[in-house]
């Protein structure tokens, strides 16, 4: 019955609504025509829109090229601020710069507070282009907490500006890490960077790491590179093949062992600073226009290295003249000085005359004076008080002619109580007559065998008498004495 309903060919009509629906439909059609504007028409033109002034919001964007000219503006107020400083601001063309010159004014006067002038920034305008508190201050404290010196940050901030865009973490505190694994002291490190800042923008797979590995790889001890870097940091910016190479060449040229060259940078690395090309050849071959012979060079630079980097012309030239005219050294005796003893050419003229007088009071001829300082060149650089205790003694103890201290003037150099007069008083004992030189010139372990001796053979006398110069002057000479300090003051001298 249900399906017959559902599937039947003549479905019932829709139901139809009643008179009353019907009435209010109508009703209602007709009030909303009435209420409605006439249609225009195809052709009958459209009312314009009523455009009533609104007040701008004040939420509201400006306009790309309002922005543009307040940017602009801003700008060149900014520009105007760099060039009362002196800065170019064409330099900083490209540089994204503070919005006020208000920021731009704490830039410069912190700046100013830890030095730097108005010259400085205009040779390095980049530095106006770092935020005082994102940059400069997390920089600055990093510095003061390694223990960087106030008063030295404006010669720092100078010689390497590029620091104040360093980052800490990735820049500054590896470079630091590493000097502290090359054995340079906490203590020790403000005082490297204050030195030689320019590390701080140093790779550490570069330069730093080569010219290290190529000084141990000549001879210098590693234990002693924390000292190397100490004294000379500026070894870490140099090049291997075009620097530090060459130079050990060099020296090896003169007649220096590699091993020794080494020794010497590990005493006096800052001669690796010296120009090989403009200062070490040509003072080379100015001391063998000098004299000095070419089997020599290797004892010279091994006993004052300083004299490869020494203005030397004018030095010799000036020191010849003075032993001439004082001590009446000859041209080719002034080479065997220098040999001897290179930091003559230290010397003053107040202190050359002084030790002359001294010499010529106890008896000597200016002639036997001369041969004295030729063959012991330290004679005018010792203390005059030893040099008078000493002589003294020989005069009224030894009782020996004055003629054996020509022979022997290296006398002068030993200590009194120390060498000479327990020495004397053994031989005097033993019945011994020697020479000076059997009697000194040797170490106190050998003085201890001779004496065990009942009588001295003559070859080891002879031997004794004509032994090297060189020797006494090493002894003289400490590795931390400097001839340099005896200029034309009257001031007394070494030892």
Request: include cysteine; charge should be negative.
């Amino acid at each position: 019955m249900m399906k017959s309903l559902l599937f039947s060919a003549h479905p019932t009509p829709p139901l139809l609504p009643g008179p009353r629906l019907r009435r209010l439909i109508r009703l209602c059609a007709s009030s909303a025509s009435a209420s409605a504007p006439p249609r225009a028409g195809r052709g009958s033109p459209r009312p314009a829109p009523s455009r009533r002034p609104s007040p701008r919001s004040l939420y509201a964007r400006p306009s790309l090229l309002e922005m543009e000219r307040e940017r602009a503006a801003r700008r060149a107020d900014v520009d105007a601020f760099l060039a009362s400083l002196g800065v170019d601001p064409g330099e900083l063309a490209g540089l994204e710069l503070p919005v006020t010159v208000d920021v731009m004014r704490e830039r410069a006067e912190f700046l100013a507070s830890l030095g730097l002038t108005r010259e400085d920034l205009a040779a390095y305008p980049l530095a106006l282009g770092c935020s005082v508190r994102k940059n400069m201050v997390p920089v600055l404290d990093y510095l003061g907490k390694l223990g960087v010196r106030r008063d030295a940050l404006p010669d720092l901030l100078r010689r390497y500006p590029q620091v104040l865009h360093a980052s800490v973490v990735v820049g500054l505190a590896p470079v630091v890490k590493y000097l502290q694994g090359m054995d340079v002291r906490s203590v020790d490190i403000p005082r490297v960077l204050e030195r030689y800042p320019e590390l701080l923008g140093f790779k550490l797979e570069g330069t730093m790491s080569t010219s290290i590995a190529y000084l141990v790889g000549i001879g210098v001890g590693r234990r002693q590179i924390g000292s190397v870097i100490t004294r000379f940091p500026e070894v870490l910016g140099m090049r291997v093949g075009k620097i530090i190479k060459p130079f050990v060449e060099y020296l090896e040229g003169t007649g220096i062992q590699k091993l020794s060259v080494a020794r010497i940078i590990e005493k006096k690395p800052y001669v690796l600073g010296f120009g090989l090309e403009d200062k070490v050849k040509s003072n080379i071959e100015v001391l063998m226009e000098f004299g000095v012979r070419k089997e020599a060079l290797a004892s010279i630079v091994m006993q004052y290295p300083d004299i490869l980097g020494l203005e030397l012309r004018d030095k010799l030239v000036a020191q010849q003249s003075l032993f001439e005219s004082i001590i009446l050294v000859s041209r080719d005796d002034f080479g065997r000085v220098i040999e001897r003893m290179p930091q003559a050419i230290n010397l003053g003229r107040t202190a050359v005359l002084k030790h002359v007088n001294f010499l010529t009071a106890c008896g000597f001829m200016l002639s036997q004076v001369s041969k004295m300082v030729v063959a012991c060149p330290q004679l005018p650089a010792l203390n005059m008080d030893i040099m008078r205790m000493n002589f003294e003694h020989f005069k009224n103890e030894m009782e020996r002619d004055l003629e054996e201290l020509v022979e022997f003037p290296a006398f002068f150099t030993y200590g009194l109580e120390s060498t000479v007069r327990p020495r004397h008083e053994m031989v005097s004992r033993k019945g011994f007559t020697c020479s000076l030189a059997w009697l000194l010139n040797c170490s106190d372990a050998r003085f201890d065998e001779r004496m065990k001796y009942d009588t001295i053979g003559v070859e080891e006398m002879e031997a004794e008498e004509s032994s090297d110069m060189n020797a006494l002057a090493e002894e003289v000479e400490s590795e931390e004495e400097e001839y340099s300090d005896y200029d034309d003051s009257d001031d007394e001298f070494v030892r």
